[in-house]
């Protein structure tokens, strides 16, 4: 399984068109755009898998900056959450 970020998605974009961007280069399990949990709106980015890896290889490939209703998406390998560096927690009043 290969997990695929996709980022600058119009805020517009649903999860079905997503997924139709990708479904030519082969079979798609999940779309998830990310959204704010309070406001609902769309944070601009999301996250594809794609079982075969030589089918997420080709999707990353074809569809890096390209665009979709009027962005240009970039789309790479998703980073494993460990591999990120920890954003430093702000106060919260």
């Known amino acids: ?3 695929i970020y996709v980022g600058n998605l119009s805020y517009q ?34 996250f594809v898998e794609m079982p075969e890896k030589s089918e997420a290889e ?7 900056g390209t665009a979709l209703k009027g962005r240009n998406m970039k789309v790479n390998e998703a980073r494993p959450r460990e591999d990120r560096p920890r954003r430093p927690q702000q106060d919260r009043w």
Do not use: C, H, Y
């Open 1 to 3: 399984m290969t997990n």
């Open 58 to 64: 080709a999707a990353i490939s074809q569809l890096d």
């Open 13 to 46: 974009l649903t999860e079905d068109e997503l997924r139709d961007a990708f479904a030519p280069f082969g079979e798609v399990s999940s779309v998830k755009i990310i959204s704010d949990r309070f406001t609902g709106q769309s944070k601009g980015f999301g």
